[in-house]
């Protein structure tokens, strides 16, 4: 049966008005494997897959200052009846205020990255701040109100704020002073060695990695016991607070793990996701009927190599099955290629695709669904590196969340912001490239198996194609449901399937797709630059010359020896 929805003349009446956006969200789980990459998929209640795509927000997190003041009010109150803080242009992240919503809801996100600062968490050894856990369940709540999941990210970068070359300290060349970023609270921060950044690169300071190796080693805080317990405690706060709670999607164990002493390629199976799964197998001992996802990345010089670094089954760390893999992909923008591109005035040479075909094979190697939980460029190179990543995505039919939501300036460049809107805030100006590619047609949730999916961002047509049982007209719980921003226009058309189409609201759609049982096509205009959804279109990346961080500093640091180390050269954060 064909049903045809005009996006040009009036919604489609009708039956039944759609559920609440909240009502959208329940428990996600890893699923079976399926797709052209074959792999494990994330799954609702109802049996649909799930795509998570949206934005990283990082206005809950503790960046440094000068005074080490916290940039923003923990207290949800200061955020009560639409009230929004005075932005602090000084660091990296926007005030996450609920006017923000509003301005997501059209671009048809699924999913925020939420990142959070384990400093605000446990800004005590052994005491968990209430007032902070209140803070992001207000946040956590905006988001369920517009259908959007969270993901709660214990973020860091450099491990702390509290990390920073104090007064007093000399720094010789080729070493470097260097300021604090975010991460640790200041009891977990401890070194020995001094904070000096060896050709300004935050993540190749000997205090930094000793930090790091703190961890992995499971030294002893100042109350005797040890930082992984006190990490696992932390992160078993969250679940405990939120576990009952569906529009948490899971739970990102760190952002950006770094090596410490260990030689990276011994990292991860050595230190890494045994830590991962010492986190995992605490919180669901401690939480009962946990059923929430994990989000587990690689270690952060992976961001340089775009290279394969899973190799083991997620079994052998963990029993727990909810585990999504969360690798950061910047190729082009932060790989090697582009560090020596930027010190020689030459283009990148890394594939486009290089990036998703590792983590791919790392995501089969670990029997786990994949997930991006980075990827992004400055906006200037939107027409190529961003359209190239959500390309592929499609193709290879996984989830992300580009960095950044909004942004004062890159914390390493200040002439960049990467955020979808630009300072100054308020109403927002929003980057019309970032709205482009961004807010973008896709599947939300997914009945049966998608086989395959397209998108054209220049014209907002796309095709959907996917095999599934009968799926009773009305029964929109259990129906694909797609998102289609403005400015798609045309006449949406479907085989196989019955289509009642939405206003979502700011000029976006939605629709429920009612399979009848079998193969359904469901479409929007004509996918000529692409031959139909299974197609793969040819991307290249422009020379980052321009753009790229860290100059002839990455070249040195690749010769001292840790190609991880330009990590903090290079872009933003993140």
Sequence with gaps: MLLAAPFTAAVRAAPAPPPAPDRLLSFLHAG????????????????REVLLKGVNVDGLTDYFRTDLRTPYPV?????????????????????????????????????????LSWSLLEPRAGAIDAGYLDRVAQAVGWLKQQGIYSILDMHQD??????????????????????????????????????????????????????????????PAPDGVGLQEHFASAVTALARRFHNEPAVAGYEIINEPSPGY?????????????????????????????????????????????????FTPWSVYSSYPNVVYAPHIYTGVFTIDAELAGAAHTPTFFPPENGYRSAVGDAQALGLPLWVGEYGNPPSQDDTVLRAHYQLQDQHQVGGTLWLWKENANDVNAAQAWGVYQPPFGAGTPVPTRIKYTGRAFPLFTAGHLTGFAYQPDSGAFDLRATSARVAPGDQAHATLLVIPPPSVGEMKAEGAEVEVFDRGGGAREAYVYPEGGDYHVHLGVMAATGGAAA??????????????????????LAAGWCGAALGRRRRRG
Aim: with cysteine; net charge negative.
């Design 32 to 47: 079976p494997a399926s797709g052209p990459s074959h792999l494990a998929q994330i799954v609702d209640e109802g049996g």
């Design 158 to 219: 450099a491990w702390s704020k509290y990390v920073f070359t104090s007064g007093g300290t000399s720094c010789p060349p080729p070493l470097s002073s260097i300021r604090g970023f975010d991460g640790a609270p200041q009891w977990a921060s401890t070194h020995a060695l001094p904070a000096c950044a060896l050709f300004g690169v935050r993540e190749f300071d000997a205090a930094v990695q000793e930090d790091f190796q703190r961890l992995w080693s499971d030294a």
């Design 75 to 115: 207290d949800p109150a200061a955020y009560a009846n639409g009230a929004c803080p005075r932005d602090d242009p000084s660091v990296e992240g926007v005030v996450f205020c609920s006017l923000d919503l509003p301005q997501m809801r059209p671009l048809g996100y699924s999913a925020v990255r939420l990142d």
């Design 262 to 310: 260990l030689p990276v390629t011994a990292m991860d199976p050595a230190e890494l996701f045994p830590f991962y799964g010492k986190v995992v197998n605490t919180v669901t001992a401690a939480v009962p009927r946990f059923r929430q996802l994990f989000f587990v990345e690689p270690d952060a010089a992976r961001n340089l190599t775009d290279a394969r670094t899973e």
């Design 536 to 557: 793969t279109v040819p991307v290249s990346l422009p020379s980052t010359a321009a753009s790229a961080t860290a100059g002839s500093g990455a070249v040195a640091v």
